[in-house]
C-alpha cells in the first residue's frame, strides 16, 4: 500500500506561482513513477506531467512551458511547479504513484491521493 498526501493548493491572482507537494508514505520502493493530474470544474482528469523512477520525464502538452514536475527520491515526494497561473489553471490537482507489477506490492497499480485544490482568481 502507497499513501499519498498532496499540499500547496490555495487561492491565488493571474500570473502568480504556485508550488504543489505530494509526500508519498508506505510501500515506496514499488513506486515506479509520481504523476500529477488536474481536473477542471466539470472535466475528465487529466494528465499534467509525470516523474519516472527511471526514465525521463515526461509533460502533456500544453504543461511543459509553465509547469515544472520534480522529484525528491529520498524524501518520496513529487513537486509541481507551476507559474504564470491563469484563472483556466483553476482545478483540482491530484498526485497519482504507479505501483511496480510484483507480487510484494499487491495488486493495486495506482494509487491517488486525495487532491488539492489550485483557483487561480483573474
Known amino acids: 500500500q502507497v499513501q499519498l498526501v498532496e499540499s500547496g493548493g490555495g487561492l491565488v491572482q493571474a500570473g502568480d506561482s504556485l508550488r504543489l507537494s505530494c509526500v508519498a508514505s508506505g510501500d515506496t520502493t514499488c513506486i515506479t513513477a509520481m504523476v500529477w493530474y488536474r481536473q477542471l470544474p466539470g472535466d475528465q482528469r487529466d494528465l499534467v506531467a509525470a516523474?519516472?523512477?527511471?526514465?525521463?520525464?515526461f509533460y502533456a502538452a500544453s504543461m511543459k512551458e509553465r509547469f515544472t514536475i520534480s522529484r525528491d527520491t529520498a524524501k518520496n515526494s513529487v513537486y509541481l511547479q507551476m507559474s504564470s497561473l491563469q484563472p483556466e489553471d483553476t482545478a483540482v490537482y491530484y498526485c497519482?504513484?504507479?505501483?511496480?507489477?510484483?507480487?510484494?506490492?499487491?495488486?493495486?497499480?495506482?494509487?491517488w491521493g486525495q487532491g488539492t485544490q489550485v483557483t487561480v482568481s483573474s
Open positions: 497519482k504513484a504507479d505501483a511496480a507489477l510484483e507480487p510484494r506490492c499487491g495488486p493495486n497499480r495506482d494509487y
Open positions: 516523474a519516472p523512477r527511471d526514465g525521463p520525464i
